[in-house]
């Protein structure tokens, strides 16, 4: 059960998994997004992308927390001007991956989301945190360590699910987000607030559009309605993009 903070207004389980019951429990976790295709991934991401583009100079040092096989890191490699990439990413089945997306770079993989301390503080341009932050036990905490890691000007990323979003409020208590793996939910204005009791001040903030095949969308909303249903017609793989429930933030460091 979530209940809703009387301070910051975000929702959050007051009874959760430590961080020992969280590695065990992860570790047997199937990826989440099997079902949607590389393609579309592509497309999600590049979106993500292009929002950083039109806020960011994407130069310097770039950081990115829980980037997987490096989809965006990718974006940023081939799109962006940026020197050195820090890439904090505790699966270490997918290193080889990330370690061709950024193999003719200056770069660094650390297998662990907690300790930055190999980053020299006042040091990164920019900071990539998509899908973490709802994760996080402390997430005040995090994002402090992290605003020392930037530089004045510096630029973070960030995209959570929005619980206030029109398919939370269509799926009600059913809504695929409300579960184990989300310690806090986030909507436009807590994110704000978060980011203020942080040290950062938002820059600019948007819903973002996912991509998804058609029959992934027709399965998931049959499940959060108590219709179990494992085959769907393909549709020819087609796949749509759609502004659910997915937020998007761009914030900098408020004085140094």
Known sequence: NYNRCRNCGTLYCPTFFNNDHLAKLYNQMPANMDEVP????????????????????????????????????????NKGNYNKFFLYEPNISV??????????????????????????DNSIDTIVIIHVMDHLLDPVAYLKKLNKKMKRDGKLLIVTHNEKSLLRHIFQGKWPAFCLQHPQLYNLKTTISLLQETGFKCVNQSRTKNYFKISFLIKHVLWALGIKINKIPDFFGITLGLKLGNIITIATPIEK
């Open 95 to 120: 290193k080889d991956d990330l370690k061709s997306v950024v193999r003719n770079k200056d770069f660094s993989i650390v297998h662990e989301m907690e300790d930055f301390s190999q980053v020299e």
């Open 38 to 77: 590389l393609s579309a991934l592509k497309k999600t991401q590049g979106g993500y992308f292009n929002f950083l583009r039109k806020n960011s100079e994407l130069n310097g040092n770039f950081m990115e927390i829980g980037p997987d096989i490096g989809l965006f890191t990718n974006f940023a490699v």
